[in-house]
Nanobody
Framework: QVQLVESGGGLVQAGGSLRLSCAAS????????MGWFRQAPGRERTFVAA????????YSADSVKGRFTISRDNAKNTVYLQMNSLKPEDTAVYYC????????????????????WGQGTQVTVSS
């Protein structure tokens, strides 16, 4: 089992920045590809970004490319999402997730590939 706890959400004006953190415990963090997803009210949970076990490969959704950066610190068992130039449409609950398969060579972008989820952190961007 992997336990995940997000933090760093809040209220920010458009154009501002936030950094989300996700602390992992349980099984060895470095075994897992990690991802960030978000869910706006009344909408499905969608992919934001993902990072490989070593941190050497990352993917981002087109809607956040150039603005959001995913990173990880395996020594601290933590994955981050740096969000810059925030827009009102970024408002959502943000979730971090760990891939269902340890040692996976694939950096998954589909939520069905992720088996472990945090409780989420609210990000609200005002216009």
């Amino acid at each position: 089992q992997v336990q995940l706890v997000e933090s760093g959400g809040g209220l920010v004006q458009a154009g501002g920045s936030l950094r989300l953190s996700c602390a992992a415990s349980g099984r060895t963090f470095s075994y897992y590809t990690m991802g960030w997803f978000r869910q706006a009210p009344g909408r499905e949970r969608t992919f934001v970004a993902a990072i490989s076990r070593s941190g050497g490969t990352t993917y981002s959704a087109d809607s956040v490319k150039g603005r959001f950066t995913i990173s990880r610190d395996n020594a601290k068992n933590t994955v981050y999402l740096q969000m810059n130039s925030l827009k009102p449409e970024d408002t959502a609950v943000y979730y971090c997730a760990a891939d269902s398969t340890p040692y996976s060579m694939v950096v998954a972008t589909s939520r069905v590939e992720y088996n472990y989820w945090g409780q989420g952190t609210q990000v609200t961007v005002s216009s």
